[in-house]
């Protein structure tokens, strides 16, 4: 099967600071990269989708000036959370695919603690 | 707007007991629909992709099927590393850029 790292796989920051994670597909070029967001025994949340070279699609209620996304390659995708707080806490998964009807292959995901 | 539901929410089993999970869901035509697992602090791992209603996939304890309506996975004589939680999700063929729709997985405990 594909696989996709994320790194940090954990990380601690104060709020108001910036948090960057990234999302590499290892062995496959990935046409779309997706940003979910898991809170405690929940399902996946959708943030946004991402293609190379363009902009990424957000979804409701996804704030774009705090949750930015740059897909700078066919294997990187990155997440930044902006001036992050508290709320922010939460586990985010990224996954990635090869195209049309292609399965999505998840990354180990990323805890973030706002503190 | 497409909707996915997962029961039950919860499952303990002995074991070597089988069972089977439900994946109902309401899509604006089907693309394909996907089982996941996933272990406590980890990412979703792929299991299966089903297209068309009548289709089944094996892989070791596990079976999925798929009807027009829904689909099921079934775990034949689970073992205790059986125990996860497991994630069905669609993709309708008009979703924007592959996206998937998730339901709220069902969480299998699997006693020794």
């Known amino acids: 099967g594909a696989v996709v790292s994320q790194h940090p796989s954990r990380v601690i920051c104060k709020s108001g600071t910036s948090v960057k994670i990234e999302c590499r597909s290892l062995d496959f070029q990935a046409t779309t990269m997706f940003w979910y967001r898991q809170f405690p025994k929940q399902s996946l949340m959708l943030m946004a989708t991402s293609n190379e070279g363009s902009k990424a699609t957000y979804e409701q209620g996804v704030e774009k000036d705090k949750f930015l996304i740059n897909h700078a390659s066919l294997t990187l995708s990155t997440l930044t959370v902006t001036s992050a707080h508290p709320e922010d806490s939460s586990f985010y998964i990224c996954?990635?695919?090869?195209?049309?009807?292609?399965?999505?292959?998840f990354g180990p995901g990323t805890r973030l603690l706002v503190l | 707007e497409d909707q996915v539901t997962q029961s039950p929410e919860a499952l303990r089993l002995q074991e070597g007991e089988s069972s089977s999970l439900n994946c109902s869901y309401t899509?604006?035509?089907?693309?394909?629909l996907f089982w996941y697992r996933q272990d406590p602090g980890k990412g979703p791992e792929f299991l299966f992709t089903l297209y068309s209603a009548g289709e089944e996939k094996e892989k070791e304890r596990l079976k999925a099927t798929l009807t027009k309506k829904e689909s099921f996975l079934h775990i034949t004589a689970p073992k205790p590393e059986d125990s996860a939680t497991y994630l069905c999700?669609?993709?309708?063929?008009?979703?924007?850029?592959?996206?998937?729709?998730f339901g709220g997985g069902t969480r299998v405990l699997v006693k020794p």
């Open positions: 899509v604006s035509g089907l693309r394909g």
């Open positions: 996954s990635a695919d090869r195209g049309i009807q292609e399965t999505q292959y």
């Open positions: 999700a669609v993709q309708a063929r008009k979703a924007a850029g592959n996206k998937l729709t």
